[in-house]
């Protein structure tokens, strides 16, 4: 089975703007789980969807949202970015949850 | 809640042990542990589930604690592929199945 694949790898964004990062899981898994990594913060968990449903929520701001696909693929939103936004934001699927298959990220920038 | 990881870091040479444990003050129905090298996606170890169960695969084991909500990962006559950083992650009953991960061990084997 092909892994969890996330698009773009890289990204850079000035203040301000808007930004989507995509994952498409791998086949038969119904959830996504985003996550956001930053030296020292380690994984925070920003959200997690099942069945095109929301069932998780961390503690990020608005800014940040997500939705899921019929298909289980699943995008991330940030707006109005800020600096402290750079990062790198990892998706993981699972059958429900459980055992969490990582993609390799997309590193995000911002200026 | 975030798990608690200790130690933050250790530095190993080749053929020696190593402990890392995770805690948390909630209920817990799993632990999850993964590896993460540099410049990589976190990558799967093993899942345990409440009851006390031990697993392992070749020199990596863990057990789960279910009375103290603890973990622990034993790597045993380390090799220089386990360098990178340890991810506990943490399942709570009632959470609806939202994994929250501590902060990482760093551990560093050395020839």
């Known amino acids: 089975k092909a892994g969890v694949t996330q698009t773009p790898r890289y990204l850079i964004k000035t203040r301000g703007q808007q930004v989507t990062l995509s994952c498409s899981p791998i086949s038969g898994h119904r959830s996504v789980s985003w996550y956001q990594q930053t030296p020292g913060q380690g994984l925070q968990f920003l959200f997690e969807y099942f069945s095109e449903t929301q069932r998780n929520k961390g503690n990020f701001p608005g800014r940040f949202s997500g939705r899921q696909f019929s298909n289980s693929r699943s995008e991330m939103n940030v707006s109005t970015l800020e600096l402290g936004d750079s990062a790198l934001y990892l998706c993981?699927?699972?059958?429900?949850?459980?055992?969490?298959?990582f993609g390799p990220g997309t590193r995000l920038t911002v200026l | 809640q975030q798990p608690v990881q200790s130690p933050q870091a250790v530095i190993l040479r080749e053929g020696e042990d190593a402990v890392i444990n995770c805690s948390s003050s909630?209920?817990?129905?799993?632990v999850h542990w993964y590896r993460q090298k540099h410049g990589e996606a976190p990558v799967f170890l093993m899942i345990?589930?409440?009851?006390?169960e031990q697993k392992g695969h070749e020199k990596i084991s863990a057990s789960f604690n279910e009375k103290k909500q603890q973990s622990s990962l034993y790597l045993t006559a380390s090799q220089l592929s386990y360098s990178g950083t340890y991810f506990c992650g943490t399942i709570a009953g009632g959470s609806n199945y939202k994994l929250t991960f501590g902060k990482g061990t760093l551990l560093t084997v050395n020839p």
């Open positions: 909630k209920a817990l129905y799993s």
């Open positions: 345990l589930l409440k009851g006390g």
């Open positions: 993981a699927s699972s059958v429900n949850g459980d055992t969490q298959y």
